[in-house]
């Protein structure tokens, strides 16, 4: 019934595996598939995985760092293999502890683990006892119904009087309850004003007086920093009339009745940019600067003295109570009890902890599926492990989450650009990027920014407006397209234009454009292919079948999501239906999907920065662009541990 069952360690050493009479194929893809899937990306919440027609399931075994494997067609119904993977587990980790002791690990790794005895009897206890579980129907004599007699259906009449009677007995019992209350609250008087006499710990009516006396102090002096710190709002200015950048101070700016009709005067070029200061933009040759969080001296103050309020509130804790049973000694003793790692962690030790890092990646802007799987996977990867020395519960959870963000953050593969575009030029062929996403999120705008980074690297591009549907967009595009040439002019190129527009108008069919576009291209030696796509909802049936086909027709080399960093629950709806429509209405075998993300607004967001999570998780794909602003330099890589830090900062 079971195809294999493996058992190897977390360094990649199998140790044992078994597998079953008339397998023939190896199970080593379904491992490297459950390994490079799950286990490396922080998914292990859940126990299973499926691969192919196989079903797997999964153990580990965080104090030996072991993991058990077993594997089984997915069409059978195995109700013993949860049982049978848990006691294996029992099992082998006492076998492989008691081998480490007596001969080390050395030895124990060069001979084989004598391990199919042991998992033949457990595998047969397993199936008894599955087939022992199987109920029987119930026949009627023995269904509760049976026992019902006309009797008991039967209303009584003195229904009326009983529920006088009960009224009564309510009417007693508030009295009661009343009467209760009272004595409730003398009790409550009396255990205050007891634990006034006693809330001195031992100390002298004027040690007391002393010890409120420095609170007191302690307490003013705090809120007159803090009152420093903010102080008051000012009283409202009037409103001043905003003045925009590059708006111009008159209106004989906004005056166009004097110029000739291609927008010069007096010979100038038609496009001021190069003359205007506050377009010059830095250089952008090279990879892109990543995003980066720097925290202020206030914060790390604050984080600084919330720490140090902590640890004095532990040691209060531990050394108050246990100072009157066993003085200083027994005090300092509970203290280290309390700090030094000395049991293995449980469901029950996280369980509150990651409770409360839940709630705060949710409101971080983590969507609220994904953190619950995050936590399940965090509290599955610390089961059962060690603590170490001088080390809390809170802060191994928290360092084993951060690891984990940090993991999913960063790419599976390395995604470069500029590698690819120089290998599409020496294939002689344009290098073809389709952006795809929903209304309002900025493709038009980071096209724009990605296509000055490429310029910036001297390569020539073609933009491909395939957005035949919005009005404006294909003037949205000329624009850019004017601008970025003004900043690059052909002058510097040999005459010819770094950028130039491929469209057709409106109303056309979208894949045709793009497939004509990369065509021009090709016979013009443009080194790579922008196209841009109309912005449509996830839910929208025709549209989403219109970029499968665009998808399919044109084979581009890249497909990026652009998303907006606003977005929290939205994010996992968005990628999963984007990429299920692409597979769904794709008539290959292997549908082109999502290849990365581009997130844009990321200059909106501060510190919640939880849909760069969101969506990474979702595709298991990286985020290749960081949108950060409104000019052509606002473009940046992301940078995995700043933004964990930032999405972990409190």
Known sequence: MLDFFTIFSKGGIVLWCFQGAGVTESFTGPVNALIRSVILQERSGNASFTHGALSLKYKLDNEFELIFVVGFQKILTLTYVDKLINDIQLRFRDRYKNELEQKGALKLLNNSFDFGDDFKMLLR??????????????????????????????????????????????????????????????????????????????????????????????????????????????KPREKV?????????????????????????????????????????????????????????????????????????????????????????????????????????????????????????????????????????????LEGKVMGTFTTVASTVKQSLQESLVQILQPKRRVDILRDVMEAQSQRRPFVVTFCGVNGVGKSTNLAKISFWLIENGFSVLIAACDTFRSGAVEQLRTHQRRLNSLHPPERHGGRQVVQLYEKGYGKDAAGIAMEAIAYARNQRFDVVLVDTAGRMQDNVPLMTALTKLIAVNTPDLVLFVGEALVGNEAVDQLVKFNKALADHSMSEKPHLIDGIVLTKFDTIDDKVGAAISMTYITGQPIVFVGTGQTYNDLRSLNARAVVSALMKA
């Open 125 to 234: 206890e397993a199936e008894d006892s599955s087939k022992g579980r199987t109920v029987s129907m119930k026949n009627y004599k023995e269904s509760a119904k049976s026992q019902k007699t006309v009797k008991s259906m039967i209303e009584s009449k003195g229904g009326d009087e009983n529920k006088d009677q009960g009224g009564r007995k309510n009417k007693s019992t508030k009295k009661d309850a009343a009467a209760a209350e009272a004595n409730k609250k003398d009790a409550g008087k009396a255990a205050v004003s007891k634990a006034v006499e006693n809330g001195n710990h031992g100390l002298s009516p004027d040690e007391a007086m002393q010890r409120r006396r420095d609170e007191f102090f302690r307490k003013r002096t705090a809120t007159t920093e803090k009152s420093s710190k903010s102080p008051k709002p000012q």
């Open 241 to 381: 009339m905003r003045v925009w950048d590059m708006g111009g101070s008159s209106t004989k700016n906004l005056d166009y009745s004097e110029r000739n009709g291609d927008g010069s005067q007096n010979g100038d070029h038609p496009d001021r940019t190069l003359n205007d200061p506050d377009m010059q933009l830095s250089s952008m040759e090279g990879d892109l600067l990543s995003v980066d969080y720097e925290e202020s001296e206030e914060d790390e103050e604050e984080a600084e003295e919330e720490q140090v309020e902590k640890a004095e509130r532990v040691v209060n804790q531990t050394s108050q109570p246990s100072s009157k049973k066993r003085g200083g000694f027994g005090g300092m003793l509970g203290m280290l009890r309390g700090l030094v790692g000395s049991k293995s962690l449980t469901q029950e030790d996280m369980h509150p902890i990651l409770e409360k890092m839940r709630e705060h990646l949710i409101a971080k802007n983590v969507a609220a599926e994904i953190a619950s799987q995050l936590c399940d996977s965090v509290a599955k990867k």
